[in-house]
């Protein structure tokens, strides 16, 4: 398959990894620690996991799977307004598949779906105006979500909404931004991560630029990268490069998609449609300045916060769970205490192990064979 | 609503018991062998007609395959029908003679059946259930449990092409490809294959759920490990595209008309030669192997050259988003 296989073969595999061991030696030999590298974007653990990747690498590089899956890190209490808005006489809710089974404090969408709410599965946010628009006596209510990747084509949908004014149809925004979440991730006191792979579809949108402060201030050394599993390999190589070297920079790796200036057009929707958020609460972070966008006030007759009363309750994470602990890379999935016990793909207790891109459904549905008890 | 029994059914199906229960002698079925086997199931698909084949045809397909995964030799189905009032009798006729001429080609015959009519919004256009009788082969006991260390798995086709047929025809995806659903009765394949191998351990249909669900069943109904190799498992271009684009799995795909076979290590020549043999079976390949190791698990050596457990599937397989 072109364009795919390409980026899949394994002879050049053996030859990046042969080169991986030789620099993580080098680089380690001097540290006498692993190298902790984090991917930040739900997109790379999903391929790390789906191809082996991880237990590929030498055993001083140790991944730590961020906090770039935005369906992991919806708070219980969005879901709970989602199924409140489900519940509103006349209320059809469209959502992307993967967010179906998020739990919330009163259970999910799919079992919201299953009590008999209308909850139907689009595949892009147009799919929700087509519905108001074949439908004009449903109140349409798409459940936006996802970081800067999805962002555009959400700006554009309202956009698309006002042109023809179309009245049912309205957004429930809970878009996030990865900028402020890296950044507090790096404030942390006990910070252990050395690198970073830089997500490859967001930064298509925003360009490499908002990622300078992580080499410039933190020096740390960030690559941005595609997501075939070569792209991973190159990306990692480059990041054991620059610690070599001692260097901490911004690189593309994924410059055949993701311009350093990112996409102007992308750019220009978002800003016209979304405004920042003072805060926007993460599952298993917290409140985190700036990390969310809502409509701002010129499009408030598609905004289903201004539209409709909603409970907006904030919902503690469960105790048990160590979901923050787990994406700050504290621990790794299964040393959590209700990995694969309370917390599985079927019953999930805490976030991780929601979307497919989670690191705890990774976990527990690829197996990290290498770490695995006989 | 007797008129409708008579034109569609009866019609298409000939021989029809007139009676509340079909008869068959005894001696009749003990001429295949000792074992009766028994199975029935549901068919509920959207759309009722896709590329590849219809409801109907599913319906047959379904049954006669569930029957020779118990290695028997299917003979005769029953026809339940459930119509959503509306459904247009044109269509109905449609799917009725795809089940008729199905059945004529695999060689069962369907000797009793039932129809109902419900409320429009009851059903959703079309249920069909279909309940099967076959003989088991003299000599020949596949079962779950029965993998050992040492056998090696096949699969008679490339994995799949009807999931994918099915997702694309359902038209919200805006997607376009030439991929046909796989279904298709199985027994004769089935058959090719225990005679050329009775030892056969294990044999299923990958029905819902995909390869990576029946391996799982085996894996943990054996207590062995199985190990697959990516690079063996065949993957027809379109469908591995189509799952690329939206993020799912060809493994968890379902297939109407593939098999899965566990035989004996050193009968692995043997019973891939007998599935080639078969019109049905030209692209049948050994992807993996049963081992002591992790028993329950199914490993898979990815084309990449890493690897990875291939799990059971929690639920349906969702999209993501990005």
Request: charged letters at 25%; glycine letters at 10%.
């Amino acid at each position: 398959m072109r364009f795919v296989d390409e980026f899949r073969d394994p002879a050049l595999a053996k030859t990046l990894l042969r080169e991986i061991e030789a620099l993580a030696a080098e680089v380690s030999a001097v540290r006498g620690r692993p190298i902790a590298i984090m991917e930040i974007c739900g997109g790379h653990t999903h391929a790390i996991f789906r191809f082996g990747i991880e237990g590929m690498l030498p055993p001083s590089i140790e991944l730590i799977h961020g906090p770039g899956c935005p369906v992991c890190v919806l708070p219980m209490g969005r879901v709970d307004d989602c199924i409140a808005l489900a519940e509103m006489p006349g209320v059809t809710l469209a959502t992307f598949g993967d967010a179906l089974r998020v739990p919330g404090a009163r259970g999910s969408l799919m079992e919201a779906k299953a009590r008999g709410l209308d909850v139907r599965t689009v595949y892009s946010p147009m799919d929700a105006l087509a519905i108001a628009r074949a439908e004009p006596e449903r109140t349409v209510v798409f459940f936006g979500l996802g970081f800067e990747t999805t962002m555009p084509s959400t700006a554009l949908t309202v956009l698309q909404a006002e042109r023809e004014d179309i009245r049912n149809f309205s957004l429930f925004c809970n878009h996030i931004t990865i900028i402020p979440t890296i950044q507090a991730l790096l404030d942390e006191p006990d910070l252990r991560i050395d690198g970073f792979l830089g997500p490859g579809h967001v930064s298509m949108v925003i360009g490499t630029e908002p990622y300078r402060f992580v080499a410039e201030r933190y020096a740390r050394p960030l690559v941005v990268s595609g997501f075939e599993p070569l792209d991973v390999l190159q990306s990692l190589w480059m990041v054991l490069k620059q610690m070599r070297d001692g260097r901490a920079e911004v690189e593309n790796q994924y410059a055949r998609v993701a311009r350093d200036a990112g996409s102007r057009v992308a750019q220009d929707a978002v800003a016209r449609v979304f405004e920042l958020r003072e805060f926007f609460e993460w599952r298993g972070l917290g409140t985190i300045p700036h990390s969310g966008v809502r409509l701002r006030e010129a499009y408030a007759a598609w905004d289903a916060e201004r539209r409709f009363l909603l409970p907006n309750l904030r919902v503690a994470d469960p105790e048990a769970c160590q979901c923050g602990d787990v994406l700050t890379g504290r621990i790794r999935p299964r040393d959590c205490r209700v990995f694969g016990k309370a917390c599985t793909p079927a019953t999930p207790l805490g976030a991780l192990m929601v979307s497919s891109e989670g690191a705890c459904a990774a976990y527990h549905r690829y197996g990290a064979l290498a770490r695995e008890p006989a | 609503m007797k008129a409708l029994v008579e034109d569609v059914f009866v019609g298409a199906f000939g021989e029809v018991a007139r009676e509340d229960a079909a008869t068959t002698r005894l001696a009749e079925l003990a001429a295949h062998g000792e074992t009766l086997a028994f199975t029935t199931d549901s068919f509920v698909v959207t759309p009722l007609v896709f590329p590849g084949g219809d409801i109907g045809k599913l319906a047959v397909c379904g049954t006669v395959n569930d029957l020779a995964t118990a290695g028997a030799v299917p003979l005769q189905l029953s026809c339940s029908v459930i119509l959503e009032e509306g459904l247009e009798i044109a269509l109905l006729r449609d799917i009725v003679r795809s089940m008729a001429e199905t059945a004529r080609q695999a060689g069962v015959r369907i000797v009793t059946g039932d129809t109902k009519v419900v409320p429009h919004g009851a059903c959703d256009r079309l249920f069909v259930n279909t309940a099967g009788i076959g003989v088991v082969r003299r000599g020949v006991a596949p079962s779950s449990a029965a993998c050992r260390p040492g056998d090696v798995v096949l699969v008679s086709g490339p994995l799949g092409d009807h999931g994918a047929a099915i997702l694309a025809a359902r038209g919200d995806l805006a997607l376009e490809t030439t991929v046909e659903s796989d279904c298709a009765p199985l027994h004769r394949l089935v058959g090719r294959l225990l005679d050329a191998v009775p030892g056969t351990c294990f044999l299923r249909d990958a029905t819902r759920g995909g390869l990576a669900t029946v391996l799982n069943e085996a894996a943990a109904a054996s207590k062995v490990g199985i190990e697959l190799s990516e690079t063996a498992v065949p993957v027809r271009d379109a469908v591995r595209g189509l799952c690329e684009i939206l993020g799912l799995d060809p493994l968890y795909l379902a297939n109407e008309g593939r098999m899965v076979a566990v035989v004996p290590g050193d009968a692995a020549e043997a019973a891939l030669a007998a599935l080639r043999a078969d019109p049905l079976g030209r692209e049948a390949a050994l992807i993996g192997r049963c081992v002591a190791d992790r028993p329950g698990r199914v490993v898979m050596d990815t084309a990449f050259g890493g690897r990875r457990i291939v799990d059971m599937l929690t639920g349906e397989q969702l999209p993501r988003i990005c």
